[in-house]
T-cell receptor
Framework: NAGVTQTPKFQVLKTGQSMTLQCAQDMNHNSMYWYRQDPGMGLRLIYYSASEGTTDKGEVPNGYNVSRLNKREFSLRLESAAPSQTSVYFC????????????FGPGTRLTVL | RKEVEQDPGPFNVPEGATVAFNCTYSNSASQSFFWYRQDCRKEPKLLMSVYSSGNEDGRFTAQLNRASQYISLLIRDSKLSDSATYLCVVRGSARQLTFGSGTQLTVLP
């Protein structure tokens, strides 16, 4: 099992460009999440999908959109990237929304110039 | 005030030392508590859950004080491989996880 996979691992964008971060899990989990991690800030929840077919905003959703493509895949889209979106993005999944353990992907390091 | 606060460190300790990390949380309605471990430039991984009665997993002991809204992690007999950032994590009434910014530990040979 690969667990949670993310692509790409690294990305550099110019201000105003768009891109989609991909996430997939092979653990048959119902819930998936997108976090960003900035120095001194801890991980902050951007969006989550408690189950296939649902998505909800987290703590910092502005400037992002998500799609739960199917049970395995959950993508994060930046429509018009800004330097404030420079961060490390982690995707995670859990068996259920209230399950204690979340499993994280290896992260995507994004720089917006 | 941050919902979950941790001393960022860094804590530099010799091998074999005992080290303790503390964490406070602001929401008294918080339901569940955890410690995650994050190695440098890697993803976070669950280290252990924290129960009201306190719990132990080998060299690691976690304790919760609901009255003081305080969580602790004790590592005994530190190993080089314990070097990492330790994240205090709280599940609130909305069932989302809130992460502290982490405490960095370096165990020195």
């Amino acid at each position: 099992n690969a667990g949670v996979t993310q692509t790409p691992k690294f990305q550099v964008l110019k201000t105003g460009q768009s891109m989609t971060l991909q996430c997939a899990q092979d653990m048959n989990h119902n819930s998936m999440y997108w976090y960003r991690q900035d120095p001194g800030m801890g991980l902050r929840l951007i969006y989550y999908s408690a189950s296939e077919g649902t998505t909800d905003k987290g703590e910092v959703p502005n400037g992002y959109n998500v799609s739960r493509l199917n049970k395995r895949e959950f993508s994060l889209r930046l429509e018009s990237a800004a330097p404030s979106q420079t961060s490390v993005y982690f995707c995670a999944s859990s068996e259920l929304f209230s399950t204690d353990t979340q499993y994280f992907g290896p992260g995507t390091r994004l720089t917006v110039l | 005030r941050k919902e979950v606060e941790q001393d960022p460190g860094p804590f530099n300790v010799p091998e074999g030392a005992t080290v303790a990390f503390n964490c406070t949380y602001s929401n008294s309605a918080s339901q569940s508590f955890f410690w995650y471990r994050q190695d440098c430039r890697k993803e976070p991984k669950l280290l252990m859950s924290v129960y009201s009665s306190g719990n132990e997993d080998g060299r690691f002991t976690a304790q919760l004080n609901r009255a003081s809204q305080y969580i602790s992690l004790l590592i005994r007999d530190s190993k080089l491989s314990d070097s990492a950032t330790y994240l205090c994590v709280v599940r609130g009434s909305a069932r989302q996880l809130t992460f502290g910014s982490g405490t960095q530990l370096t165990v020195l040979p």
